[in-house]
């Protein structure tokens, strides 16, 4: 049985920066993404980082770009998302999600959608202010 728990999330002012931990447990495949989801309040759950276990590629929301990096541990089986330049807008609960990706062509590709992830971590709490 997998399970994810997130952690490191706080109160921090605009400019800063936090660093996000999944701590992952059970067996998940190497065709799996891993990815870190944001759901601001009253605003959907929407996925900012991602991570392709196979091969370590990632990818991330336009809207994040430059400031937020995903990374993982294989070690420790610890997903991070380090989150520089912090802005009001970061504000929310961030989700650890892992779910199936595939091959197209020759790249990896993972779902966008939270209902294609078919385990979750409780989320942990980051709140911005200016």
């Known amino acids: 049985q997998v399970q994810l728990v997130e952690s490191g999330g706080g109160s921090v002012q605009a400019g800063g920066s936090l660093r996000l931990s999944c701590a992952a447990s059970?067996?998940?495949?190497?065709?799996?993404?891993m990815g870190w989801f944001r759901q601001a309040p009253g605003k959907e759950r929407v996925r900012v980082a991602r991570?392709?276990?196979?091969?370590?590629?990632?990818d991330y929301a336009d809207s994040v770009k430059g400031r937020f990096t995903i990374s993982r541990d294989s070690a420790k089986s610890t997903l991070y998302l380090q989150i520089d330049s912090l802005k009001p807008d970061d504000t929310g609960m961030y989700y650890c999600?892992?779910?199936?990706?595939?091959?197209?062509?020759?790249?990896?590709?993972?779902?966008?959608?939270?209902?294609?992830?078919?385990?979750w971590g409780k989320g942990t709490l980051v709140t911005i202010s200016s």
């Open positions: 999600a892992a779910g199936p990706g595939t091959i197209i062509g020759a790249s990896p590709w993972c779902p966008i959608g939270r209902d294609a992830y078919n385990y």
């Open positions: 059970g067996n998940i495949p190497s065709s799996y993404c």
């Open positions: 991570i392709y276990n196979a091969d370590g590629s990632t």
